[in-house]
């Protein structure tokens, strides 16, 4: 497995590096299958999200997941797959039945434990078919708060250490304080990590995570490609990198 840093002098710049690079990972993912990609939320997705849905990826390969979301109404303009839908899907041609939300809060579930328990159930109809040392995703793209959490893993949180694939948070640190996110377990599994963050706020965070930091405090530092690992980050967020 390969770990590498890829800096860009700005946000935009780390933008534009990072979308060439999840259009050649997904051309080179195995035929036969689909390209499972894992979109993250954040402000610099909306940067990103534009210029991937410019890039020529063939759009019926793709298996769409997200990390983490929001548990608010669809129409929220917090969600992640919101903004999704507005800066890329509605600008591709991907077919609805490989989109895979996590449900929002008005999807019909009583609570956001039978929510997250409906998007595992959609998980593990996908992925449980594989082989045990297959990837479940080619490309997974996750943040960096300034906190180290990653997904809607916070530091010392008991989410961080459990096995489940798919996890109903609650008052978490951050708002709105309730959500759901890939576990740990899950986010071990993909063949490429890309960690895509920009920031001098995120400096601390990005050297923990690049130096292997203990998980319960930095969880970002947990997730890893099976292939590849690589942070895009722009100087502010590099500064305390060697």
């Known amino acids: 497995m390969t770990e590498r840093v890829v800096r860009g002098a700005d946000d935009a710049e780390v933008a534009r590096l990072v979308v060439p690079e999840v259009t050649r990972l997904l051309a080179a993912a195995p035929a036969g299958r689909p390209?499972?990609?894992?979109?993250?939320g954040?402000?610099?997705?909306?940067?990103?999200?534009?210029?991937?849905a410019e890039e020529p990826v063939d759009w019926n390969r793709v298996e769409l997941?997200?990390?983490?979301?929001?548990?608010?109404p669809a129409a929220d303009e917090e969600r992640n797959a919101g903004q999704a839908r507005q800066d890329l899907l509605s600008r591709v041609p991907l077919p609805p039945e490989k989109v895979h939300e996590m449900p929002a809060s008005d999807a019909g579930h009583p609570d956001v434990t039978a929510a997250a328990a409906s998007y595992d159930a959609?998980?593990?109809a996908v992925v449980?078919?594989?082989?045990?040392?297959?990837p479940w995703f080619e490309v997974l793209m996750l943040g960096i708060g300034p906190d180290g959490h990653c997904a809607s893993l916070f530091p010392g949180r008991p989410e961080v250490h459990s096995p489940a694939y798919v996890?109903?948070?609650?008052?978490?640190?951050?708002?709105?304080?309730?959500?759901?996110?890939?576990?740990?377990t899950a986010l071990?599994?993909?063949r490429h990590v890309l960690f895509v963050v920009a920031g001098e706020g995120k400096a601390e965070a990005v050297a923990r995570s690049v130096g292997g930091a203990p998980v319960d405090t930095t969880p970002s530092a947990g997730p890893r490609g099976l292939e590849s690992t690589t942070?895009?980050?722009?100087e502010a967020a590099a500064r305390l990198l060697r």
């Open 188 to 190: 071990g599994r993909a």
């Open 128 to 134: 449980d078919a594989l082989a045990d040392d297959e």
């Open 65 to 72: 997941w997200w990390g983490d979301d929001r548990y608010v």
């Open 35 to 40: 390209a499972g990609l894992v979109l993250t």
């Open 167 to 184: 996890l109903p948070v609650t008052d978490s640190p951050k708002p709105p304080p309730t959500r759901i996110s890939l576990g740990m």
């Open 231 to 234: 942070w895009f980050v722009d």
């Open 122 to 124: 959609e998980l593990r």
């Open 42 to 52: 954040g402000t610099l997705t909306r940067t990103v999200h534009p210029l991937l």
